[in-house]
């Protein structure tokens, strides 16, 4: 029901900056940032609330920012520091259930394509 792109990825050296961006078709009330490694299990990245309330994975604190612009349907990661770590494809998902929090990994039932995020040292 709920469609999403992402945007941003590509190859950066270590201790750079990328900017993700993830444009939905329609309002989603918790939003979030995964990714897969290859030979890797998809895992979290970081989710946003409606009032823009971030959650993140310990692997990325300090360093990733999630953000929302409620008014373009659009949910960013900003993404500093990289490590050679953080090389994977970035998949943007959503859900709109009302049951669970959005600071967890769970519930996500829209994804997006993905977009590739390659570090090298």
């Known amino acids: 029901q709920v469609q999403l792109v992402e945007s941003g990825g590509g190859s950066v050296l270590a201790g750079g900056s990328l900017r993700l961006s993830c444009a939905a078709s329609?309002?989603?009330?918790?939003m979030a940032w995964f990714r897969q490694a290859p030979g890797k299990e998809r895992e979290g990245v970081a989710t946003?609330?409606?009032?823009?309330?971030?959650y993140y994975a310990d692997s990325v604190k300090g360093r990733f920012t999630i953000s929302r612009d409620n008014a373009e349907n659009t949910v960013y990661l900003q993404m500093n520091s990289l490590k050679p770590e953080d090389t994977a494809m970035y998949y943007c998902a959503a859900h709109n259930s009302y049951i669970r929090s959005c600071s967890t990994w769970s519930g996500y039932n829209y994804w997006g394509q993905g977009t590739q995020v390659t570090v090298s040292s």
């Open positions: 329609g309002y989603s009330r918790c």
């Open positions: 946003i609330n409606t009032l823009t309330s971030p």
